[in-house]
């Protein structure tokens, strides 16, 4: 007694701490999306950020304006609703915070839109949108992200499941209401809190969505 049944041991136990319900380890890094991978053109890409503004305008970025705003890193663990989870990943990038102060939403907005290529998009309240952890990527692990992880920018949202973290995004739209995006309007959970295993649609609240 008084001693450590194994040093081995520990590790399982500490990683448990740090899956939410349902989820198992990945090791590596898995690609999951759905649809095609699109091309990067540097000269057509912009970044838009649109909708309930403070002032009524869009701001829009180029490649080259966005690559020169803060970068910073965050290490967070990415949790796919399919039930694996990949844990200290270093992502680097610009904070949605840092969006949130050089394009201000209206008094008004509530939720954002993420917007990416092909139409995909994702609804935030806006206070996950606005968590310090919140950040569009450039980088994982001091390396620029591959086109299949979403390259040139990716959102993620570490405190939520990663489908709501768009890979190839484009812009946000600043909301006065909530709207469903891509997965949200086919069955899977409005607000998507892995700790609270909030998957899919039917295990909604009547408060935590907008009527399907
Ligand atoms: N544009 C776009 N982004 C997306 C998706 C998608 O289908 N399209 N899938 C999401 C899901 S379900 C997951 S689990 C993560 C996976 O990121 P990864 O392929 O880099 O591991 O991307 C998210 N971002
Ligand atoms: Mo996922």
């Known amino acids: 007694m008084g001693q450590p049944e194994s040093r081995a041991g520990e590790v399982p136990e500490r990683v448990g701490d740090r899956l939410p319900p349902g989820q198992r380890l990945q090791r590596g890094w898995p690609v999951t999306h759905y649809g095609p991978v699109p091309k990067f053109r540097p000269e057509r890409w912009e970044f838009r950020v649109f909708g309930a503004t403070a002032d009524g305008d869009k701001r829009c970025w180029s490649h080259e304006e966005f690559s020169a705003l803060p970068y910073e890193t965050v290490v967070a663990d990415l949790h796919c609703v399919t039930k694996f989870s990949m844990l200290d990943a270093e992502w680097g990038g610009v904070r949605a915070a840092t969006l949130l102060s050089l394009a201000p939403p209206a008094p ?98 009547p408060d935590e969505g907008p009527a399907l």
Do not use: C
Request: proline residues 5%.
């Open 108 to 205: 008004e907005a509530t939720h954002v839109m993420v917007w990416a290529e092909y139409g995909y998009s994702a609804n935030l309240r806006l206070a996950d949108f606005a968590d310090p952890q919140t950040l569009f990527a450039t980088h994982r692990d001091g390396e620029l992200l591959t086109a299949e992880h979403g390259f040139p920018l990716r959102l993620v949202v570490p405190r939520l499941y990663a489908w709501k973290g768009p890979k190839w995004v484009r812009g946000v739209e600043y909301m006065e209401a909530d709207r469903r995006g891509f997965w949200e309007e086919r069955g899977y959970h409005n607000i998507g809190d892995p700790w609270r295993e909030q998957r899919y649609s039917y295990q909604e609240e």
